[in-house]
């Protein structure tokens, strides 16, 4: 199924989507684990950091091998796409979806760099997810952050024709100093002024209440990065403090195993949400 029908029929359902980020065949295996386990979907995503880390074609092929090998009805995705350039490469790798990511350029000239992506990703059947307003980035001052106004939403989906927008309605990305306060207000306006799915970012550190709530209200795709890198290295590194072993093959399955308990419960959380 086509991203774009999964959302769709997955909101209708009052449903979300767990997106989450991989940055090596360990963090995948991890993540596919849990979808497997709990038979639900999954959107894999991809950084370009994570892109240049592995290279584009190991990267794009580990996420499709590992959806089969794992029998996960999955996407992969480009996460905060930071060029036409760079949406175009994933295109041509066979990405299901791009995001590009003007969120610190004017209005207009965000409309302009996510129309030409969105013209490019028509003859490839891609979906295109953009961002208006703007969530603060990982280290950022939660203060940078700008709310996305339901009016410049509408604009902003009816001249681009994206099929999915990220939201800054009080998320941030990375762990928060307090508990977050989502504005389920704001978030029900912008909902009811597009058809455009609606994309969480910063998914780590949200309570599942206000998660739940966030779907309740309109938000389809949840995405999830800090809180899987995270929990990944704080186990290697317990497992390693006063340990000789070797045997990588040994180690990485504790941490890839974290990773799978993580997801879990994410995954209940946003698709069960009722
Ligand atoms: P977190 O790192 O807060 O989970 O945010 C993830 C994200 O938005 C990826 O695009
Ligand atoms: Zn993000
Ligand atoms: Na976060």
Redesign the pocket.
């Known amino acids: 199924m086509k991203l774009k029908e999964k959302l769709q029929q997955l909101r209708s359902e009052g449903r979300g989507i767990l ?1 989450t ?1 991989f940055y090596n065949l360990e963090t995948l295996h991890g993540v596919l684990n849990a979808a497997s386990e709990l038979n639900e979907p999954l959107i894999l ?1 991809l ?1 370009q950091s994570s892109i240049d880390y592995m290279g584009l074609e190991t990267a794009v092929n580990l996420g499709r091998t590992g959806l089969k090998q794992f029998g996960v009805e999955g996407w992969i995705h480009l ?2 796409g930071g060029s036409v350039e760079l949406a175009q490469r994933c295109l041509d790798a066979g990405f299901d979806s791009v995001m590009i990511d003007g969120s610190e350029l004017p209005f207009k000239d965000n409309i302009e760099i996510t129309k030409e992506v969105v013209k490019r990703a028509k003859s490839y059947g891609a979906h295109v997810e953009a961002e208006l307003g703007y ?1 603060a980035k ?1 280290g950022q001052s939660h203060d940078e952050q700008v709310f996305t106004q339901p009016e410049e939403a509408k604009q902003f989906v009816d001249e681009t024709g994206i099929d999915a927008l990220a939201v800054a309605i009080g ?5 928060y100093k307090s508990e977050p306060e989502l504005q389920l207000d704001l978030l029900e306006k912008i909902s009811k002024s597009t058809d455009a799915s609606l994309v969480l ?5 949200v309570p599942a209440s206000q998660m739940q709530k966030a779907i309740s209200r309109g938000i389809c795709k949840v ?5 899987i890198k995270n929990i990944f290295m704080k186990t290697l590194q317990s497992e390693l403090r006063n340990n000789e072993e070797i045997d990588l093959r040994k180690v990485f399955p504790v941490a890839t195993g974290e990773i799978t308990k993580l997801v879990k419960t994410k995954l209940q959380i946003v698709q069960n949400n009722k």
Not at 171 to 175: E, N
């Open positions: 997106a980020n995503q950084t996460d905060h969530v990982l998320t941030a990305h990375g762990f970012h910063g998914g780590s550190g995405n999830l990065a800090t809180e």
